[in-house]
């Protein structure tokens, strides 16, 4: 079942109406992915903002989330966006201004006072520093963090590693001890024709092209050698066909049994009882006492 009302509405005369709201505020405006972005002068953000809010052709009444974004190559290296959204005309927008590590942003927790825990965050990760903001500290990582993680240029190893001391009995810091470098891995293997040179292999001597191989000769006739008796233990000769077949011409040899044994039972054969619960066994018959030797009548 479809719901009754879209995801979002179009982006039909959106930015028609962010231009005759802001004006000269508005910088540059684009639709792109299903998405307006709005770029306006970082000095004139407040108003800017509070005329999104406020315009009756856009109603942005909630922000949605402050992030940043890191291009090293531009003189103003950072973008800071700001995710709207109108309750009223189910519509999201993107606004964007642009700085440097110097130049702070003005704040914008006047309008929005949730914007003071999302402009900490921003200046945690990026460095980024927002002017009017009364608690600019850090969020997400430690007091004593150097550094800001979500910058380009920032090691992916950190500068000091974390750890409880059990000696000092309390957590300590450390520089960051690598058991080996990063390496990079290409998945490419050599036995299917990668192509790369494995390192080392560029300063090697080109060997030289090997000559070509002579014409094969014709195979001469092997003398038939003599029969050799084989050791014990030497393999057979034979072939598992060779074998199968010998086993299947054997004739079955008869077992020489005069009185097939027909009985397992114990009864019968008089060893021991005929099964676990037939009581005590039987008792085993005394051996004669071997008979004396006749004595000789010449012997009396």
Not at 13 to 30: E, N, P, T
Not at 122 to 148: A, K, Q, S
Not at 187 to 194: D, I, R, T, V, Y
């Amino acid at each position: 079942m479809r719901a009754p009302a879209p995801r979002y509405a179009a982006n039909d005369g959106v930015i028609a109406a962010a231009q005759a709201a802001l004006g000269d505020m508005l910088v540059a405006a684009s639709d792109l992915v299903g998405e307006v972005n709005l770029t306006v002068a970082r000095d004139r953000l407040v108003a800017a903002m509070t005329a999104l809010r406020d315009h009756p052709m856009l109603q942005y009444q909630a922000l949605m989330e402050i992030a940043g974004v890191d291009y090293p190559a531009r003189a103003e290296r950072f973008d800071v966006c700001y995710m709207l959204l109108s309750y009223t005309r189910n519509h999201r927008i993107r606004v964007r201004v642009t700085t440097d590590e110097v130049q702070p942003v003005p704040s914008i927790t006047s309008i929005w006072p949730v914007a003071g825990w999302l402009e900490r965050e921003v200046y945690d990760m990026y460095g980024v520093l927002f002017d009017g903001n009364e608690d600019l500290r850090r969020i997400l990582t430690d007091y004593g963090f150097r550094g800001h993680p979500q910058r380009k240029d920032f090691p992916l190893t950190g500068y000091v590693e974390l750890r409880y001391s059990e000696s000092a009995k309390r957590v300590v810091y450390e520089p960051v001890q690598l058991a080996q470098d990063f390496r990079n891995f290409d998945f490419m293997s050599p036995w299917e024709g990668a192509q790369y040179v494995l390192p080392g292999d560029e300063k090697a001597p080109a060997p030289p092209p090997a000559a070509p191989a002579p014409p094969p000769a014709a195979p001469a006739k092997a003398e038939p050698k003599p029969a050799v008796p084989e050791a014990k233990g030497a393999p057979t000769p034979a072939t598992a066909d060779q074998v199968a077949k010998a086993d299947a011409a054997a004739k079955p040899v008869k077992a020489r049994v005069r009185k097939p044994k027909t009985t397992d039972s114990t009864a019968e054969s008089g060893a021991g009882k005929p099964g676990p619960d037939a009581g005590p066994a039987p008792a085993k018959k005394p051996r004669k006492a071997p008979a004396r030797p006749r004595a000789k009548k010449g012997d009396a």
